[in-house]
């Protein structure tokens, strides 16, 4: 009976230290949970990714910053003239910049990121001052600089009656008319050289024009030019040596329609005076009226034609016809072909080396009657209109200046109400860069007025010269006639 007893007291007594050894066991193996070392290293990462973001950004405003700090805000022209457009402007294209805006510029898509850092400036500084460079450096305009530039440069070619002394009217047979008056441009790609650091066919084009105001002023002119087809490639050689254009029809003399037309001639490729010739012929075949040809050329035939045969044929069919060439920065196997024609088309050669003997050589080739020349001073009341054309220009260039302040003004305003609206800045400092915004834009008025004024006055005292020049000419030869009367 003991013995039943004790032996269920032992097994109880097993199995009670069996349980709690295995629980032990279950303790000690159970392993340390995977989410707290995985929430560990992320964490780390993430801090770190950040930190280094924060540097970079951090590093790219330092660099700014220090532009800011040493950045130069405008007090007179020239440093108006020097100032470079804003970080987020520079990019704005100069008609845009330049043009009448109603109402506020405002800003553009950087407006998000202009906010952004302007509220890192107002966090480092509330100097106005700064604040106001900061202001120059993100949203000033780009467009001083070439506005100003452009009303510095702008000048007007104004009318002026050629005024022959008389010397040079001496020996000059003026009992023929020259009549009709045909202009030969070349527009051969040679034109395309300098010389004198100048464009041959911009020059050339000077001296077409000075033709005009002068022959034209009692006869009726025509513009035709050649070698403006095609290019100086041998595939355009047929383009260019056949197209002939007539782009001033024969008629009276109209400045701006002429100068329209001689504005529009671009040199490209061959030379083909032959066909030029004989085009002129052809255009003026069975008219009884005096016909003159004034060709501007700068080097021979390359087209293969007769030059040479065709000047002939022009002046055989009345003998008050003549084909006069003026060279201009000819070579010398050139200049003696040229001379040829001339001699051929009853004419004369004029040797042009340079751009003051092409500017003169109009004295050379034709001289008007002394009645045509004493009537010159008349011939400024034609031209009046000139000057409403300059003060119309100078306007529009002065107006540039003003409506790239008046822009910069509306941006300036624009980005210091974001300032105000998100307080990065107090009631005090927003008037302080209001009138720092103010006395900028004054600045560019002043500029504008000034440019505007000193122009017109130079402007004015060029025209007022030419009168003065053609009123004592006149006045010397009313002198002569009455003289010789």
């Not at 280094?52 to 022209?77: C, G, M, R």
């Not at 805006?101 to 509220?119: H, I, M, R, S």
């Not at 047929?238 to 701006?256: F, G, H, K, N, R």
């Amino acid at each position: 009976m003991y013995k039943w007893i004790i032996g269920i007291l032992f097994l109880s007594l097993l199995g009670g230290c069996a349980n709690d050894v295995k629980k032990q066991a279950e303790i000690v193996e159970e392993p340390t949970p995977v989410k707290d070392v995985v929430k560990e290293e992320p964490e780390k990462e993430i801090l770190e990714e950040d930190s280094k973001e924060k540097t970079n950004v951090d590093h790219t405003f330092d660099s700014e910053w220090a532009d800011i700090e040493n950045l130069l805000i405008p007090t007179t022209e020239e440093e108006l003239m020097a100032q470079a457009g804003g970080f987020f402007t520079n990019d704005i294209p100069y008609t845009e910049e330049t043009k009448q805006v109603w109402g506020q510029f405002g800003l553009g898509n950087y407006e998000d990121e202009l906010t952004e850092k302007l509220a890192q400036v107002t966090g480092i500084t509330e100097d106005p001052d700064v604040i106001f460079q900061a202001l120059h450096y993100y949203v000033g305009s780009n467009a001083y600089h070439q506005a100003i530039q452009e009303l510095n440069e702008f000048t007007v070619n104004w009318y002026e009656p050629y005024l022959p002394e008389p010397e040079e009217m001496e020996g000059v047979d003026h009992s023929v008319d020259p009549g009709k008056a045909l202009i030969l441009l070349d527009a051969s790609s040679s034109m395309l050289l300098n010389v004198e650091g100048k464009q041959k066919m911009a020059v050339a084009k000077t001296a077409a024009n000075r033709f005009a105001t002068t022959i034209g002023t009692n006869h009726d002119i025509s513009l035709i030019v050649y070698g403006h087809a095609g290019t100086q490639n041998d595939e355009d050689k047929q383009l260019s040596c056949t197209t002939i254009d007539e782009v001033y029809p024969l008629q009276t003399y109209e400045s701006t329609k002429f100068a329209e037309a001689v504005d529009s001639v671009e040199a490209k490729g061959w030379t083909p005076i032959a066909n030029a010739i004989k085009t002129a012929r052809e255009k003026m075949a069975g008219t009884t009226e005096n016909v003159t040809l004034y060709i501007i050329s700068d080097g021979a035939e390359t087209c293969d034609g007769d030059p040479v045969a065709e000047a002939k044929a022009f002046a055989s069919e009345d003998g008050n016809r003549s084909v006069n060439i003026i060279g201009f920065d000819v070579d010398q196997a050139g200049e003696n072909s040229l001379k040829e024609v001339a001699a051929a088309g009853n004419g004369e050669y004029i040797s042009a080396k340079t751009i003051e003997d092409l500017n003169n050589s109009i004295k050379k080739t034709w001289v008007p009657s002394f009645l045509e020349v004493a009537s010159k001073s008349n011939s400024l009341l034609k031209h009046w209109g000139q000057s409403f054309d300059e003060m119309t220009a100078r306007a529009k260039l002065a107006d540039r200046i003003h409506y790239a302040g008046l822009n910069e003004k509306s941006r300036f305003f624009s980005a210091l109400n974001i300032m105000r609206g998100q307080k990065m800045i107090t009631s005090e400092q927003y008037e302080q860069l209001k009138e720092r915004i103010e006395k900028k834009n004054k600045l560019t008025l002043h500029v504008k007025k000034e440019l505007d004024t000193k122009k017109r006055e130079e402007n004015e005292a060029e025209r007022q010269q030419i009168i003065e020049r053609v009123n004592k000419w006149s006045e010397r030869m009313n002198k002569l006639r009455d003289a010789n009367s």
